[in-house]
């Protein structure tokens, strides 16, 4: 099962490496931090970067939760497993899905989309024309062409929160409304 592990913001990837090497291998069965691809441009230059999707999270695979939240102890840095009370909550089915889908099983990275915006009267709207945001559109909060992102509003860790994903808008076209508005 998949629980979260809160950690500081900004260390995940060295908290990662660090439980690797505290935690026995015999209590996880994976940790890793999902992260998505966006483009930034380098000295004039656009490259593909990575980023963390949950700032201040790990996901760990495990079935023995409360020996690694004792295992976790020993460890010097925050790490608390998320908790409600006393209990100790896996990601839901629906979390788990979603993670899965839009992230690569093998790297846990969501890959960056592509996508036009499309004037119409009333407004305009984003359509994604390729990559895993393609058909979810209605996840979309607001976009920052100029930072390749897309921000996201998502149930995930039982409360709404907002991540961000890589998105490229490619073009500006006119919708078929306003088409149809402008010709009358």
Not at 5 to 34: H, N
Not at 105 to 127: C, K, L, N, Q, Y
């Amino acid at each position: 099962m998949w629980y979260v592990i809160q950690v500081m913001s900004g260390k995940e990837e060295a908290m990662r490496r660090l439980l690797g090497r505290m935690v026995p291998r015999s209590l996880l069965a994976d940790c890793f931090t999902p992260r998505y691809e966006t483009q930034m441009k380098v000295r004039g230059q656009w490259q593909t970067v990575t980023k963390v999707l949950f700032p201040g999270y790990l996901i760990v695979d495990t079935q023995q939760v409360e020996e690694l939240h004792q295992a976790l102890t020993a460890v010097p840095e925050l790490t608390r497993v998320l908790s409600v009370g006393e209990k100790f909550v896996p990601l839901t089915a629906e979390e788990c899905t979603w993670i899965s889908a839009f992230a690569s099983d093998a790297d846990h990275v969501v890959p960056m989309s592509t996508g036009v915006v499309e004037e119409f009267a009333d407004g305009d709207r984003i359509v994604v024309t390729a990559g895993p945001l393609k058909g979810h559109e209605a996840l979309i909060k607001s976009v920052n062409r100029r930072k390749s992102l897309a921000f996201l509003e998502i149930e995930m860790f039982g409360r709404k929160m907002t991540t961000r994903v890589g998105l490229g808008i490619v073009a500006k076209r006119k919708g078929a409304e306003a088409d149809e508005k402008h010709k009358e």
